[in-house]
T-cell receptor, first 113, second 113 residues
C-alpha cells in the first residue's frame, strides 16, 4: 500500500523567507501528485498538479517538483506572506488502485509578520 | 470556474438519527468521492462513485451508504449516526479516475451528540 509522508509536520518562518515543504511516497507507479492547501476548518484548495511525466509545475510564487524515481516531491514557496499560513497536503494517485488517492498528513505552515 | 458545493457547513445531530450529506459539482465530472478527515488520521476515503448509480467502497465504508441518482449529485448517508462519526466530511470530484485533478468542496463539520 502506498504511504505518503510529509516533513516537517509544522514550520514557522518570518515573512519574506523562501521555504520548501517535502513529500515522499513509497511506490513510484503513480499517475500524478497533487498539492493542496487547507485553511482551518475549511476544505482543500488545489494548488498544483504534476503528472508523472512532468518534473515540475509553477503557479505564481509556488513551484512544485517531482522526482518519481526517488519518490519525492517538494513545494517551494517564494517570498512567503502571512496569508500563506495554512496546512499543506500532498496526495498521490497510484496506477495500481485507480480511484484511490493517498494523502500525506500535512505540514502546518505559519508565516510570522 | 470549477465548483463543488456541500449542503451544510456545520451540522449537529443526535445519536441514532439518519443523516444526509449532499454534494453537488457543476463540472460534469464522472467521479465523485466522500472522505472524512480526523486529527492524526488524515483523510480517509469512505465511498466513491464512477458513474450514475455506480459506487464502490473505500477504506472505511462501515456505517455509511451513498446514493448517486444524478451525475452532478452524490449523497452520503449515515443510517444511524453515532458519536464516533463526529468528523469533518469532504466531498471531491474528478473528470477521470486516477489521472485527473481532484476538486474538493468546503467540507461539512458534523457533530453527533
Amino acid at each position: 500500500k502506498q504511504e505518503v509522508t510529509q516533513i516537517p509536520a509544522a514550520l514557522s518562518v518570518p515573512e519574506g523567507e523562501n521555504l520548501v515543504l517535502n513529500c515522499s511516497f513509497t511506490d513510484s507507479a503513480i499517475y500524478n501528485l497533487q498539492w493542496f492547501r487547507q485553511d482551518p476548518g475549511k476544505g482543500l484548495t488545489s494548488l498544483l498538479l504534476i503528472q508523472s511525466s512532468q518534473r515540475e509545475q509553477t503557479s505564481g510564487r509556488l513551484n512544485a517538483s517531482l522526482d518519481k524515481s526517488s519518490g519525492r516531491s517538494t513545494l517551494y514557496i517564494a517570498a512567503s506572506q502571512p496569508g500563506d499560513s495554512a496546512t499543506y497536503l500532498c496526495a498521490v494517485s497510484p496506477i495500481e488502485t485507480g480511484n484511490q488517492f493517498y494523502f500525506g498528513t500535512g505540514t502546518s505552515l505559519t508565516v510570522i509578520p | 470556474d470549477v465548483k463543488v458545493t456541500q449542503s451544510s457547513r456545520y451540522l449537529v445531530k443526535r445519536t441514532g438519527e439518519k443523516v444526509f450529506l449532499e454534494c453537488v459539482q457543476d463540472m460534469d465530472h464522472e467521479n465523485m468521492f466522500w472522505y472524512r478527515q480526523d486529527p492524526g488520521l488524515g483523510l480517509r476515503l469512505i465511498y466513491f462513485s464512477y458513474d450514475v448509480k455506480m459506487k464502490e467502497k473505500g477504506d472505511i465504508p462501515e456505517g455509511y451508504s451513498v446514493s448517486r441518482e444524478k451525475k452532478e449529485r452524490f449523497s452520503l448517508i449515515l443510517e444511524s449516526a453515532s458519536t464516533n462519526q463526529t468528523s469533518m466530511y469532504l466531498c471531491a470530484s474528478s473528470l477521470f479516475a486516477g489521472e485527473s485533478r481532484r476538486y474538493f468542496g468546503p467540507g461539512t463539520r458534523l457533530t453527533v451528540l
